[in-house]
């Protein structure tokens, strides 16, 4: 009897163990997380003059590029809940640095994505047997754009980005792949090329705004991905990444600007095994104006079911300062 109970107690304590280990990497998982944020809010003390050159007003969208480059830095989080299996939730943030080269027409820019996982699995395509926490850093991307067109109702901007491979391939990085929208950011081993074009259009409080991407993904016989998608092993594969955003911003009698936004993005394999079409249906809001700009919105996943069978919805929020242009 005395055996039994002391048995009992060690797995009592186990359990209890257990449960401090995985409280602790959600609290290592949540500061992550927050860390930049609570960087940038003290930033907010800094005084600048917004500037932005002659042309149609496009109020930035939370997915798609921006036609005019700026100088400044952009921060977001999401909070994607998941369908069960896996379970869990997804987080994904990216933190994003611009440079103004010329008049807003011409700039450079740095992406740093990250994806985490809270309490993830069991699921057999992740070959899980219990639930996991992880946080991934994913590829870097460098990129730069150019107005190749601008006029007072409309601007046209082509630009170049490369998606270097500098993502790890455990679980954050595999559940963010799943999720799609981001599937370049967070492949391994792979080099990713981007040529994009960007319409901008508007008139008075109402703007549209156009993209189209080709993701050309070298080395792709290098990807490791999980089986929920099967790239082939092609040396190269194909992505079109297209969408579009509809804004309103009423002259609402308000110290700063409101912009109520409606996002549609697409991304449509086309050299993949299995090939599928994503997507993703945004609403948001974003208040600010040209030196601090906050939007939240949420991300409804549409199709495919390659998508819709793993993630329900995506709640976010992004962050955008300026610094003199």
Same mark, same amino acid.
């Given at each position: 009897?005395?055996?039994?109970?002391?048995?009992?107690?060690?797995?009592?304590?186990?359990?209890?163990?257990?449960?401090?280990? !995985?409280?602790?990497?959600?609290?290592?998982?949540?500061?992550? %997380?927050?860390?930049?944020?609570?960087?940038?809010?003290?930033?907010?003390?800094?005084?600048?003059?917004?500037?932005?050159?002659?042309?149609? *007003?496009?109020?930035?969208?939370?997915?798609?590029?921006?036609?005019?480059?700026? %100088?400044?830095?952009?921060?977001?989080?999401?909070?994607?809940?998941?369908?069960?299996?896996?379970?869990?939730?997804?987080?994904?943030?990216?933190?994003?640095?611009?440079?103004?080269?010329?008049?807003?027409?011409?700039?450079?820019?740095?992406?740093?994505?990250?994806?985490?996982?809270?309490?993830?699995?069991?699921?057999?395509?992740?070959?899980?047997?219990?639930? !996991?926490?992880?946080?991934?850093?994913?590829?870097?991307?460098?990129?730069?754009?150019?107005?190749?067109?601008?006029?007072?109702?409309?601007? &046209?901007?082509?630009?170049?980005?490369?998606?270097?491979?500098?993502?790890?391939?455990?679980?954050?990085?595999?559940?963010? !792949?799943?999720?799609?929208?981001?599937?370049?950011?967070?492949?391994?081993?792979?080099? %990713?090329?981007?040529?994009? &074009? /960007?319409?901008?259009?508007?008139?008075? *409080?109402?703007?549209? !705004?156009?993209?189209?991407?080709?993701?050309?993904?070298?080395?792709?016989?290098?990807?490791?991905?999980?089986?929920?998608?099967?790239?082939?092993?092609?040396?190269?594969?194909?992505?079109?990444?297209?969408?579009?955003?509809?804004?309103?911003?009423?002259?609402?009698?308000?110290?700063?600007?409101? %912009?109520?936004?409606?996002?549609?993005?697409?991304?449509?394999?086309?050299?993949?095994?299995?090939?599928?079409?994503?997507?993703?249906?945004?609403?948001?809001?974003?208040?600010?104006?040209?030196?601090?700009?906050?939007?939240?919105?949420?991300?409804?996943?549409?199709?495919?079911?390659? /998508?819709?069978?793993?993630?329900?919805?995506?709640?976010?929020?992004?962050?955008?300062?300026?610094?003199?242009?």
């Amino acid at each position: 009897m005395i055996k039994s109970n002391a048995q009992g107690e060690s797995f009592i304590n186990s359990i209890r163990r257990y449960g401090r280990m !995985q409280a602790h990497k959600r609290g290592i998982l949540y500061f992550k %997380t927050a860390v930049v944020f609570l960087v940038v809010l003290t930033v907010f003390c800094i005084s600048a003059n917004g500037v932005r050159a002659a042309g149609p *007003m496009i109020p930035n969208s939370f997915f798609l590029e921006n036609p005019y480059s700026y %100088t400044g830095f952009r921060a977001n989080v999401e909070v994607v809940d998941l369908d069960d299996p896996p379970g869990g939730v997804l987080i994904m943030n990216q933190y994003r640095v611009d440079i103004n080269i010329f008049n807003n027409f011409f700039g450079l820019y740095a992406k740093f994505p990250f994806a985490g996982v809270i309490d993830f699995g069991p699921d057999s395509e992740f070959n899980l047997t219990e639930k !996991q926490d992880d946080y991934d850093f994913g590829n870097i991307g460098i990129g730069g754009k150019f107005a190749l067109l601008n006029l007072d109702y409309l601007i &046209l901007t082509a630009g170049f980005e490369v998606i270097l491979p500098t993502a790890s391939d455990d679980l954050g990085a595999q559940a963010a !792949q799943a999720y799609f929208r981001d599937f370049v950011y967070f492949i391994d081993e792979a080099i %990713t090329l981007d040529p994009y &074009l /960007v319409l901008g259009v508007g008139s008075g *409080m109402f703007a549209l !705004q156009g993209n189209l991407d080709f993701d050309i993904i070298t080395n792709a016989d290098k990807i490791d991905t999980i089986g929920i998608i099967n790239t082939g092993g092609d040396d190269i594969e194909l992505i079109i990444e297209y969408g579009g955003t509809a804004s309103i911003t009423p002259p609402l009698n308000l110290p700063f600007s409101t %912009t109520i936004l409606v996002e549609v993005l697409a991304e449509s394999t086309t050299t993949f095994d299995d090939n599928f079409t994503a997507v993703y249906v945004t609403p948001g809001l974003r208040f600010g104006g040209q030196i601090v700009s906050v939007g939240a919105g949420v991300q409804i996943p549409v199709a495919d079911n390659e /998508v819709t069978d793993f993630a329900n919805v995506d709640f976010l929020f992004d962050l955008i300062i300026r610094f003199g242009s």
